[in-house]
């Protein structure tokens, strides 16, 4: 079966850094285009970055300059490095798998980031 498991979150005070990790299984993962999502409470869940197959990103303008998506096919992991992190980016971070050929989707169960002094 097809899996993506999140790791890497937890409690950090404003300014800290994090690195997220996303280890997948079951797909063809250098076919993928990868993504991670943030849902905060009372919110609905943003598109934070994306990484395609040819490494091309993007982010949301208010990650933009703080965090890095990056892939290491080997390994089938997508990371997302979060710096000077604010209490506004607190939220479960998801990650996400399309396969833009066949619109195949997939998500993560979520690893929760708490930015908070």
């Known amino acids: 079966q097809v899996q993506l498991v999140e790791s890497g979150g937890g409690l950090v005070q404003p300014g800290g850094s994090l690195r997220l990790s996303c280890a997948a299984s079951?797909?063809?993962?250098?076919?993928?285009?990868m993504a991670w999502y943030r849902q905060a409470p009372g919110k609905q869940r943003e598109l934070v970055a994306t990484?395609?197959?040819?490494?091309?990103?993007k982010y949301a303008d208010s990650v933009k300059g703080r965090f890095t998506i990056s892939r290491d096919n080997a390994k089938s992991t997508v990371y997302l490095q979060m710096n000077s992190l604010k209490p506004e980016d607190t939220a479960v971070y998801y990650c996400?798998?399309?396969?833009?050929?066949?619109?195949?989707?997939?998500w993560g169960q979520g690893t929760p980031v708490t930015v908070s002094s």
């Open positions: 990484i395609t197959d040819s490494t091309n990103t």
């Open positions: 079951g797909i063809s993962f250098p076919r993928y285009t």
């Open positions: 996400n798998a399309v396969w833009v050929v066949s619109g195949t989707n997939y």
